[in-house]
């Protein structure tokens, strides 16, 4: 079992950065693909970011490259979003998802665990 909690949402300005992150319980951490997805009011869940276990491969969503990081730190069992010139469209419920050990997920339906979710909104 994998237990996830994401934080670090809150109301920004367009043009800005933020960093949300997701804590992860067990040791067995290293061993997990992360992801994360967004689900905006009244849309349905949509796939943001994925990195592999070792944190080596990243695979992006067309909308956030270029702008958006995943990274993950192992030793904190901790995956990172840095979100950077944000706009109102990125405004969602951002949410961490886990599975062990496949390449590349990138829908809900793929993954295994899941966290509750932090807001982001981004204002105009």
């Known amino acids: 079992q994998v237990q996830l909690v994401e934080s670090g949402g809150r109301l920004v300005q367009a043009g800005s950065s933020l960093r949300v992150s997701c804590v992860a319980s067990?040791?067995?951490?290293?061993?997990?693909?992360m992801a994360w997805f967004r689900q905006a009011p009244g849309k349905e869940r949509e796939f943001v970011a994925v990195?592999?276990?070792?944190?080596?491969?990243?695979y992006y969503q067309d909308s956030v490259k270029g702008r958006f990081t995943i990274s993950r730190d192992n030793a904190k069992n901790t995956v990172y979003l840095l979100m950077n010139t944000l706009k109102p469209e990125d405004t969602a419920v951002y949410y961490c998802?886990?599975?062990?050990?496949?390449?590349?997920?990138?829908?809900?339906?793929?993954?295994?665990?899941w966290g509750q979710g932090t807001q982001v909104t981004v204002s105009s």
């Open positions: 990195v592999n276990w070792y944190g080596t491969l990243t």
């Open positions: 998802a886990a599975v062990q050990m496949r390449w590349r997920p990138t829908t809900q339906y793929e993954f295994d665990y």
């Open positions: 067990g040791r067995t951490f290293g061993s997990y693909t």
